[in-house]
C-alpha cells in the first residue's frame, strides 16, 4: 500500500517524526558540522582556535607524508577485504548449502565472536601472535617435525627454531582486520546467495559444466550484490580502523585513524585533525558513489 | 554430521565434500582458539601468559576487586543500558516515519538517519570532542550523570541500526490489518499498541541486541567522550592492555565473553518464543 501523505495525519506525523529527526539534527548535524567548520581553522595560542575560512590543513594533508599514510590506509583496508572474500565465500556457500538443522548453528557459530568485544578479540588475537604464542609454538613444532623428517632420509637436520616476530608489523595489522571483519563479509554473502536460484547451479552441471566452472561463471555473477556489499560492508571500517593498527602494528604500520587521533590527543591540532577527518569522509562518499553507479549502470543494461 | 557419508552425495551437497568442511573448520578454529586460549590461560598460575602453570582462580578475585575496573564494567552496563532503551525509542519512531510517511525532502532525511552507520567511528569520535568541548559539558558530574556525553554519542550511532532493522521488519506488515482495528472504533494509540507494535516486537528485541553490543563495544567514541575521571570498561582493558598486560584482563574478559553468550542465548530463546507465539 502507498504511503501516507504528512500532510493528511499532521499529528501523529510530527509525534513520530520530531524526535529523531532533533536528535539527529543536534548530536549528530551540528557537531559534523563543528568539525567542518574546524578544518578551515588554525590555531591561535594553546586552545583557541580562530576559524578563518584557510585552506592550510587541506594543503598540509596533501604533503608526501599523509598522502602515503592515506594510499597505505587504503591498501591495507583493500588487502583485508580481499583476504576476507576469499575466506569467507566458502563459508557463505557451506551456510546456504548445509541442511536445515545444522544451518542456524552454523550462522550462531559465525555471527558470535562477532558480538563479542572488538578489543577482547584484539587481544586474545594478540596473544596467540605472541613470540611465545601458539602461532608461534606451532610453527616451531612444523619447523622442528620438518628438521626431524630430514634427518630420517640421511639430510642435515634444520637450523634451530628461531621465533617469528608475528606482532608489532603490517602483517599483525592486515591478520587481526581480517580476524574482526570477517563476519561483516560472511553475512552479505550468504544473504546473496540464500536467494539464488539453486536450480541454475544443477542447470549447469548437468550441461557439463565442472564444480570449478560452475562457481566462476554461475554463482560468483549471480552472488555479485552479495560481493558488492560485503566489500563495502568490510572496506569502509578497516579503512576507517584505529584499534587494531594502534594496538598490533608497528611504529610503521600507522593508519589515518591513528594520524587523526594523534592530531587531537598529543599533537593537539585540532583543525589538521578535522581536515584529515572530512578527507577520510570524503573518501567514504567517494566509495558509496562508486557503488551506486554501479547499481545504476547494472540496472540500465538489464 | 558424520564425516564419512554411506549414502551418496548429491551435487548440491556442498558442505559434505571434505575440503568445505575443511575450509569452514579452518575458519572456525581461526575465529575462536583466539578466544579459548584466552579463556582457559585467565585460570593458569602464572604472570606469563603461556605457559601452564596449574589451576587458578586467583586472577579473577583480583579482578573482581579491582575497584576500577568493576566500577568500568559498571559503568559500560549502564551507558549500553540507557543507550539501548533511547535507541529503541528513537530508532523505532525513525522507522515509522520512513516506512509510513510521504514527506519533502523524504530521500536527504533518510540517508542522514543512516550516515552515522558508514561514517568512520574516529571521525564521529573526534566531531563529539569538539561538540561537547564547544558547549563546555561539565565533566564534573555526579554518577550517573557523568555518563551523559558517553550516553548521548552512543544513541547517535545505536539508533540508525535499530531504525534499520525495525523497517525492514515493518515492510511485511499489512496494513489493512490496522484499518480493520480502527473499523472497529480503536484509537490510533491503540492500533499502535494492541497490532503495530505486536508485529514490530521480534525487530524490537534484535534492534535492542544489536544496540546494546554496539554501545557495550564501543571503544574509540567513548575515547573521545569521556571526561577524565570517566571511565568506560573498553577503555579501562585498554589501557590494561597497553600499559601493563596482567592475567586480570584474562580474568574480566572471560567474565565480559560469557555474559555476552548468555545474554545473546536469553535474546534468542525471547525471539524464538516471540516468533512461536505470533504465529
Known amino acids: 500500500m502507498a504511503e501516507q501523505d504528512w500532510k493528511s495525519d499532521k499529528k501523529a506525523f510530527w509525534v513520530v517524526s520530531a524526535p529523531p529527526l532533533a536528535w539527529t539534527l543536534l548530536?549528530?548535524?551540528?557537531?559534523?558540522?563543528?568539525?567542518?567548520?574546524?578544518?578551515?581553522?588554525?590555531?591561535?595560542?594553546?586552545?583557541?582556535?580562530?576559524?578563518?575560512?584557510?585552506?592550510?590543513?587541506?594543503?598540509?594533508?596533501?604533503?608526501?607524508?599523509?598522502?602515503?599514510?592515506?594510499?597505505?590506509s587504503f591498501g591495507v583496508a583493500a588487502l583485508v577485504t580481499a583476504i576476507c572474500l576469499v575466506v569467507g565465500f566458502p563459508v557463505a556457500m557451506a551456510l546456504t548449502f548445509v541442511s536445515e538443522k545444522w544451518r542456524p548453528w552454523l550462522l550462531l557459530g559465525i555471527m558470535l565472536p562477532f558480538w563479542t568485544n572488538l578489543l577482547i578479540r584484539t587481544y586474545a588475537l594478540m596473544i596467540m601472535l605472541g613470540t611465545q604464542g601458539y602461532a608461534n609454538r606451532t610453527l616451531g613444532w612444523f619447523w622442528e617435525s620438518a628438521s626431524w623428517a630430514k634427518t630420517l632420509v640421511g639430510l642435515q637436520p634444520l637450523p634451530t627454531w628461531e621465533p617469528v616476530q608475528l606482532l608489532y608489523n603490517n602483517f599483525a595489522v592486515v591478520i587481526g582486520l581480517v580476524y574482526v571483519h570477517l563476519p561483516f563479509m560472511v553475512l552479505p554473502l550468504y544473504s546473496a546467495l540464500d536467494r539464488l536460484d539453486k536450480s541454475l547451479i544443477e542447470a549447469s552441471l548437468d550441461l557439463g559444466a565442472g564444480h570449478l566452472r560452475t562457481l566462476l561463471k554461475v554463482v560468483v555473477p549471480l552472488a555479485m550484490p552479495g560481493v558488492i556489499a560485503g566489500v563495502m560492508i568490510t572496506l569502509i571500517p578497516a579503512l576507517g580502523a584505529y584499534l587494531t593498527p594502534d594496538l598490533m602494528g608497528g611504529t610503521e604500520s600507522q593508519m589515518i585513524a591513528n594520524v587523526i587521533e594523534r592530531q587531537f590527543k598529543r599533537a593537539n591540532d585540532w583543525p589538521f585533525g578535522a581536515a584529515l577527518s572530512f578527507l577520510l569522509i570524503y573518501a567514504m562518499f567517494i566509495l558509496i558513489a562508486l557503488q551506486s553507479l554501479r547499481k545504476k549502470n547494472a540496472g540500465e543494461t538489464r | 554430521m558424520a564425516l564419512f557419508a554411506r549414502t551418496p552425495r548429491a551435487p548440491l551437497e556442498y558442505t559434505r565434500t571434505l575440503w568445505m568442511r575443511a575450509w569452514v573448520g579452518a575458519v572456525m578454529v581461526f575465529l575462536y582458539a583466539p578466544l579459548l586460549v584466552l579463556m582457559i590461560f585467565s585460570f593458569n598460575d602464572s604472570k606469563r601468559n603461556v605457559v601452564w602453570r596449574g589451576f587458578t582462580t586467583k586472577y579473577y578475585e583480583k579482578a573482581l576487586n579491582n575497584d576500577t575496573l568493576v566500577e568500568a564494567l559498571l559503568n559500560s552496563l549502564t551507558i549500553a543500558a540507557l543507550a539501548t532503551l533511547a535507541s529503541l525509542v528513537i530508532g523505532s519512531m525513525a522507522a515509522i516515519m520512513l516506512w509510513r510517511f510521504r514527506f519533502p525532502w523524504k530521500g536527504a532525511v533518510d540517508g542522514t538517519i543512516s550516515l552515522p552507520i558508514i561514517v568512520p567511528e574516529i571521525c564521529l569520535g573526534v566531531a563529539m570532542l569538539i561538540f561537547f568541548a564547544w558547549i563546555e559539558w561539565p565533566n564534573n558530574l555526579i554518577w550517573p550523570l557523568n555518563l551523559g556525553a558517553i550516553t548521548i554519542a552512543h544513541i547517535t550511532f545505536c539508533f540508525p541500526f535499530v531504525t534499520m532493522v525495525v523497517r525492514s521488519r515493518l515492510a511485511s506488515f499489512n496494513k489493512e490489518e490496522e484499518e480493520a482495528a480502527k473499523d472497529l472504533g480503536a484509537s490510533d494509540w491503540q492500533a499502535f499498541k494492541d497490532v503495530l507494535l505486536p508485529h514490530m516486537r521480534p525487530s524490537l528485541v534484535a534492534g535492542a541486541l544489536l544496540a546494546f553490543t554496539l554501545s557495550l563495544d564501543d571503544f574509540v567514541i567513548t575515547f573521545f567522550t569521556s571526561g577524565p575521571d570517566t571511565i568506560t570498561f573498553p577503555v579501562k582493558v585498554y589501557s590494561m592492555v597497553r600499559f601493563s598486560v596482567t592475567p586480570e584482563v584474562n580474568a574480566a574478559s572471560t567474565i565480559l565473553i560469557v555474559l555476552t553468550v548468555v545474554l545473546t542465548a536469553v535474546a534468542l530463546r525471547l525471539q524464538g518464543k516471540n516468533i512461536a507465539v505470533s504465529h
Open chain 1, 27 to 72: 548530536f549528530f548535524i551540528v557537531p559534523m558540522s563543528f568539525v567542518w567548520l574546524y578544518s578551515f581553522g588554525s590555531n591561535i595560542g594553546l586552545t583557541d582556535i580562530e576559524i578563518s575560512g584557510t585552506l592550510d590543513n587541506y594543503k598540509r594533508a596533501t604533503d608526501w607524508l599523509y598522502l602515503e599514510i592515506f594510499l597505505k
